[in-house]
């Protein structure tokens, strides 16, 4: 069983469009992350809910809305996309922050804009 | 803020040697969670290690050991008789004991060739 899932696990799409990418964990976790790792590899968060509720929304523009209908799934939305929005796409889980214990990542998705 | 710091960019190695990588962290809470995790290039994120800033005690695993030192703010990680399965970039991480988020180093890229 995978721990964290996210889909699709590559995405091409052009200029203009929105999309989503989805995200489960089966582990009972009560946080989860997106993460954006560029195409340095440098890895930034970007989101991090808590119980469903936005804890963390570390200045990223507004075409980007999560979304979290329960505590098991964080969606990403992605309206209007621009060249600069490819990258990998990570979405992690963790009990509560990092105190218990370390955060599970997703396989990633690779989101490429034409 | 927090902050990591990976200094090497990239580490090339023939199999069977040791590598070092370096990990640099700024916080001021006293209270922290370092990690390391390793990037195959297939892409997934794997955790390695977690550790906590009252926990000075160096681990082994295996070829993998750190070195954690707080008087100079480190958290090194070496590889012993290095193998071709070890190539991958590796990065370090650092979580404050209340905060929703890792920060991440820029990460180092190990090649072993065989």
């Known amino acids: 069983d995978t721990a964290v899932s996210q889909t699709p696990k590559y995405l091409v799409t052009q200029m203009g469009n929105d999309k989503s990418i989805k995200c489960e964990q089966n582990?009972?976790?009560?946080?989860m992350y997106w993460y954006k790792q560029d195409s340095k590899k440098f890895l930034k968060i970007m989101f991090s809910y808590n119980n469903k509720e936005l804890i963390i929304n570390e200045t990223v523009p507004n075409r980007f809305s999560p979304k979290s209908p329960d505590k098991a799934h964080l969606n990403l939305h992605i309206n209007s996309l621009e060249l600069g929005d490819s990258a990998v796409y990570f979405c992690?889980?963790?009990?509560?922050?990092?105190?218990?214990?370390?955060?599970?990542f997703g396989q990633g998705t690779r989101l490429t804009v034409v | 803020a927090q902050k990591v710091t990976q200094a090497q960019t990239e580490i090339s190695v023939v199999e069977k040697e040791d590598v070092t990588l370096d990990c640099v962290y700024e916080?001021?809470?006293?209270?922290?969670?370092l990690f390391w995790y390793k990037q195959p290039p297939s892409g997934e994120l794997v955790f390695l290690i977690r550790?906590?800033?009252?926990?000075?005690q160096n681990e082994i695993s295996g070829r993998y050991s750190w070195n954690f030192q707080k008087s100079t703010s480190s958290f090194n990680f070496t590889i012993t008789a290095s193998q071709v399965v070890d190539s991958a970039v590796y990065f370090c991480?650092?979580?404050?004991?209340?905060?929703?988020?890792?920060?991440f180093g820029a990460g180092t890229t190990v090649t072993v060739r065989a």
């Open positions: 991480a650092l979580s404050d004991a209340n905060d929703y988020k890792l920060s």
């Open positions: 916080t001021r809470d006293t209270t922290y969670y």
């Open positions: 550790r906590n800033s009252f926990d000075e």
């Open positions: 582990l009972g976790h009560d946080t």
């Open positions: 992690a889980s963790s009990p509560a922050g990092v105190v218990n214990t370390e955060a599970f």
